[in-house]
C-alpha cells in the first residue's frame, strides 16, 4: 500500500530531474576520457610513489599502447604523527599525512599545461605487534595513495570537462 502511493511521488521526482537543461555527467565527454588515458605518470622512487603511479594509471584507464599526449610529474611529501599517546608514551594511533604535486606538461612541447597540489590525512592504529604495526602503515599509505590519485583525477576531469585540453593546442 505504501509503495503505491508512492509511486506518483517517484514518477514526480524523475520529470523534474529530466527537465535539467545542460546536464552532462563529467565522463561522458570523449575528450575527458581520451585525454586522461593519454598521460603519462612519472612518480618518484618508492613505495608511495609505485602506488600513487598505479592508482593513477588505474583511474586514467591508461592506454600503454598509444603514445601519450601528456606528462606527469609527481611530488610527494610523507608524514607520520604519533596520536593516542599512552601513559607510558608510546603511540598508539597515528596520523599519516601524504601531501602530492603534479605538474602536467603537453608532449611533445612540454609545456605545462596544468599544476596542482593534493593532500591527505588519514589516520590509522598501531599495534603493540611489530608486524601488525608495519602492516597498519603500509595500509595507510595505500589508502592514501589511492585518495590522492582519485582528487587528482577528478581535478584533471574537470579541468578537461571546461576546455583545458584545448590550451594545449595554444602554447
Known amino acids: 500500500m505504501r509503495v503505491l502511493a508512492l509511486a506518483p511521488l517517484a514518477a514526480v521526482a524523475a520529470m523534474a530531474l529530466s527537465g535539467c537543461a545542460g546536464f552532462q555527467p563529467l565522463y561522458a565527454q570523449d575528450a575527458v576520457v581520451?585525454?586522461?588515458?593519454?598521460?603519462?605518470?612519472?612518480?618518484?622512487?618508492?613505495?608511495?610513489?609505485?602506488?600513487?603511479?598505479?592508482?593513477?594509471?588505474?583511474?586514467?584507464?591508461?592506454?600503454?599502447?598509444?603514445?601519450?599526449a601528456y606528462e606527469m610529474a609527481l611530488t610527494i611529501a610523507e608524514a607520520r604523527y604519533p596520536r593516542g599517546v599512552r601513559v607510558?608514551?608510546?603511540?598508539?594511533?597515528?596520523?599519516?599525512?601524504?601531501t602530492t604535486g603534479y605538474t602536467l606538461k603537453a608532449l611533445p612541447s612540454g609545456a605545462v599545461a596544468k599544476s596542482g597540489q593534493v593532500?591527505?590525512?588519514?589516520?590509522?592504529?598501531?599495534?603493540?605487534?611489530?608486524?601488525?604495526?608495519?602492516?597498519?602503515?603500509?595500509?595507510?599509505?595505500?589508502?592514501?595513495?589511492?585518495?590522492?590519485?582519485?582528487?587528482?583525477?577528478?581535478?584533471?576531469?574537470?579541468?578537461?570537462?571546461?576546455?583545458?585540453?584545448?590550451?594545449?593546442?595554444?602554447?
Open 119 to 171: 593532500r591527505v590525512e588519514l589516520t590509522y592504529d598501531s599495534a603493540d605487534q611489530p608486524y601488525a604495526s608495519i602492516s597498519a602503515q603500509q595500509d595507510a599509505q595505500d589508502r592514501a595513495a589511492e585518495e590522492a590519485a582519485r582528487r587528482i583525477e577528478l581535478e584533471l576531469a574537470v579541468w578537461l570537462a571546461n576546455g583545458g585540453h584545448t590550451a594545449k593546442a595554444q602554447k
Open 34 to 68: 581520451k585525454n586522461l588515458a593519454a598521460i603519462q605518470v612519472d612518480a618518484p622512487a618508492g613505495r608511495t610513489g609505485y602506488l600513487l603511479r598505479q592508482h593513477l594509471d588505474d583511474a586514467f584507464v591508461k592506454d600503454h599502447g598509444a603514445a601519450p
Open 88 to 98: 607510558d608514551n608510546v603511540a598508539t594511533r597515528y596520523e599519516y599525512v601524504l
